[in-house]
């Protein structure tokens, strides 16, 4: 039975792989006839987010099979297998499971309520049988409830004793006999919710599963809500299917792996290295620029981290780099694509804010630049005083010819970033145009570069649809539990806490950064944009504050939480790459001033807020 879900989930992954590809190509045919042509096609551009809907919501399962949707493995890397085996069948049974039969019922109604009426596009010219794409919705839960079946068939295989699986369902037994005589409200549901999640999170259960089970189980049991709280849950969700501006996320993240696998990273970090190796610090240097041009042009943090790990960090160390420097520039300059657009936080953020994504990008250009120029006067100072930290790198070869190689390597990928911001920035194309203008630039320039294989667009495409699933699949679990946290009073709390006992914008301000800069220590930014944002944005609203610039401020802070140890991501995948050339601790003291120049960065734009507004409203 596991091994024919696994295959049905791995043909419809396939399915999905190749749609994400067909997306980016419908979407740029249909920009270039709508703006050189001023032919447009409202039926076509409904048939694009109904691909973006199947994609993601198909893809769920087979994210699933793969094991990518993200979990907090603080402690679930070290467990046992036989821990991790009983913590995916708990996952499965309690949370996953519950919640997707729910879902289902909904969808179902949803569903059959859109046939009954012979719903249609609102739109002249739009697409009919809506019903179709609503259903999308209930089958992509089918698919995950047999998935999660399948795991559940292979966690179970691999438990040698099954008396500790025994002992933790007579636990979760006792767990839920106590709630439901209401014993649990002795003390505040909500404070209740939250300790709940935070442990579930940090035990290594996924983080999506979490939220919306856990959001599942406060509506069964507070007497307030009941399982109707839920109810138009689906409803909300396809609300996010036909949300434009998240249609760009998979785009802008198939951009990037094809871009990571055509080896333009590779080829800029080896010619970046001999354009500034004969300074003191140039590899270091080298690795910020690369970072920063990675950033504008894949935003996608874990690989550009991986790759110059894989890549840079050999080097600076044969060059008697000290390994504090050399990690410390890596992962810093790796998450640059946090704020540096195109952001995938950016894009999240501009979502939940109700924020333009384009004028969100405008507005993290000059961050990102003093950022990077931080970075690269940091180092510069460093190795100025430490000469043995970062020594010069003598070249043979004519600084005229490096210079003219390098210019070669720099240029393609520079346009394409020119190209696909510029058209942003100019009001010329929507961010989601603009990404799939960037998918056929980067198939180019792997063309180009003599790259372009079937195997390059079958990796970059599936693994676009599994970090996408795992994206809006975290979104619909935070939407459940954001529906049930603020049904509970939470929102409310929320904003008399800061109306009542702060009563100060500044103050607010000063917490909030805080609250966000410490779950950065725990929790990844997708969680934090989607559950605490939402709680935060009617206070931002209250008080006055300027939603563009509170947005920058959380996405500089964001980008901080990659590099906090002990639990930051960007440390996880430094070191996963790494190996042993260096030590964690190496890493750890690496990072520290850089995030010091990251909350520097930020106080400058919390000072001097106007920065953001150099390239225009």
Known sequence: MSFLIDTLSKKVGFFTA???????????????????????????????????????????????????????????????????????????LFLLIPFSLHFLHGSYEMTVQSFLQDEVSSNPGGLGYRFLIKGVLFVAFVLLVLQAVSEII????????????????????????????????????????????????????????????????????SDELGIHALDMLPYRVYGIMGNVTLMSVPLFILMGLILEKSKMAENLLLSMGKLFGGLRGGLAISVVVVGAILAASTGIVGASVVMMSLIALPLM??????????????????????????????????????????????????????????????????????????????????????????????????LLIVAVLGSIFAGIASPTESAAIGVLGALLLAFLNRQFSFELMRYASIEAVKLTSMIFMILIGATAFSLVFNELGGDTMAMQFFQEEVGDKWMFILIAMAVIFFL??????????????????????????????????????????????????????????????????????????????????????????????????
């Open 317 to 414: 160390l044969k060059h008697n780099y000290s390994p504090e420097l050399a990690t410390g520039s890596i992962a810093a300059s790796g998450t640059l694509g946090q704020i540096i657009p195109p952001s995938i936080v950016l894009i999240v953020l501009g979502d939940q804010m109700h924020l333009s994504v384009g004028d969100l990008f405008k507005a993290a250009v000059v961050p990102g630049m003093i950022l990077i120029t931080l970075y690269i006067i940091y180092i510069l100072i460093y190795a100025y005083f430490n000469k043995e930290v970062a020594p010069a790198i003598p070249n043979d070869e004519p600084y005229a010819e490096v210079l003219k190689e390098a210019l070669k390597v720099i240029i393609p990928p520079l």
């Open 154 to 221: 292979k966690a179970y295989i691999k438990l040698d004793s099954k008396r500790n699986l025994l002992v933790g369902f007579v636990f979760i037994g006792f767990f839920l006999a106590f709630s439901a005589l209401d014993m649990a409200f002795w003390i505040d549901p909500l404070w209740l919710m939250f300790l709940l999640t935070l442990a579930l999170l940090m035990t290594g259960f996924q983080v999506a599963f979490v939220f919306a089970g856990v959001a599942l189980f406060f509506a069964l049991i």
């Open 18 to 92: 190749i749609l994400a590809i067909i997306l980016a190509l419908l979407i740029g045919y249909d920009a270039t006839m709508r703006y050189a042509f001023s032919a447009g096609s409202v039926a076509l551009q409904e048939l694009q987010w109904h691909i973006f809907d199947i994609i993601f919501l198909l893809g769920l399962s087979y994210a699933l099979k793969h094991d990518k949707h993200v979990r907090v493995d603080i402690f679930f890397a070290s467990y046992s297998a036989q821990t991790k085996a009983m913590i995916q069948i708990f996952s499965m």
């Open 520 to 617: 950065g220590f725990f929790i990844d930014f997708i969680e934090i944009a989607f559950v605490v944002v939402p709680i935060l944005l009617p206070i931002v609203h209250a008080f006055g504050i300027d939603p563009i610039w509170f947005a920058v401020l959380i996405a500089l802070n964001l980008q901080a939480s990659f590099l906090t140890p002990p639990f930051g991501f960007a440390l996880f995948y430094l070191k996963g790459a790494a190996g042993n050339l260096v030590t964690t601790m190496q890493i750890y003291k690496g990072v520290l001033p850089f995030i010091g120049l990251q909350l520097l960065a930020l106080l400058i734009i919390v000072l001097f807020p106007n920065l953001i507004y150099l390239f225009g409203k």
